[in-house]
């Protein structure tokens, strides 16, 4: 059974930074895809990054693009995801999410994309 524990979220100011952590465990397989998605109140759930594990591709959203940065920690099954340059547009429940099996991140562009596993979400909340 996958598991995924997020942390690292919280409040921050406007073009501060925060990092998010994904503690990952339980995958079958070494080669997957795991994403971050956002929802804010009223919005819809938007695919802001993936990372494949299986060849080391990423992707961003245009929104988040040259501003976020997603990582992996092989030794801790860890993925990150920093944030800089933070806007109060950025303010959501942030989840990791995964399948546990499709190798690329294509199906993770989109919000409507839903994954078996989710983390249990972290508030990142920008004042302005």
């Known amino acids: 059974q996958v598991q995924l524990v997020e942390s690292g979220g919280g409040l921050v100011q406007a073009g501060g930074s925060l990092r998010l952590s994904c503690a990952a465990s339980?995958?079958?397989?070494?080669?997957?895809?795991i994403g971050w998605f956002r929802q804010a109140p009223g919005k819809e759930r938007e695919g802001v990054s993936c990372?494949?594990?299986?060849?080391?591709?990423?992707y961003y959203a245009d929104s988040v693009k040259e501003r976020f940065t997603i990582s992996r920690d092989n030794a801790k099954n860890t993925v990150y995801l920093q944030m800089t340059s933070l806007k109060p547009e950025d303010t959501a429940v942030y989840y990791c999410?995964?399948?546990?099996?499709?190798?690329?991140?294509?199906?993770?562009?989109?919000?409507?994309?839903?994954?078996?596993?989710w983390g249990q979400g972290t508030q990142v909340t920008v004042s302005s």
């Open positions: 999410a995964t399948d546990g099996i499709l190798r690329g991140c294509s199906p993770y562009y989109s919000g409507s994309f839903n994954p078996d596993y």
């Open positions: 339980g995958f079958t397989s070494d080669h997957y895809a």
């Open positions: 990372l494949s594990t299986w060849d080391g591709s990423t």
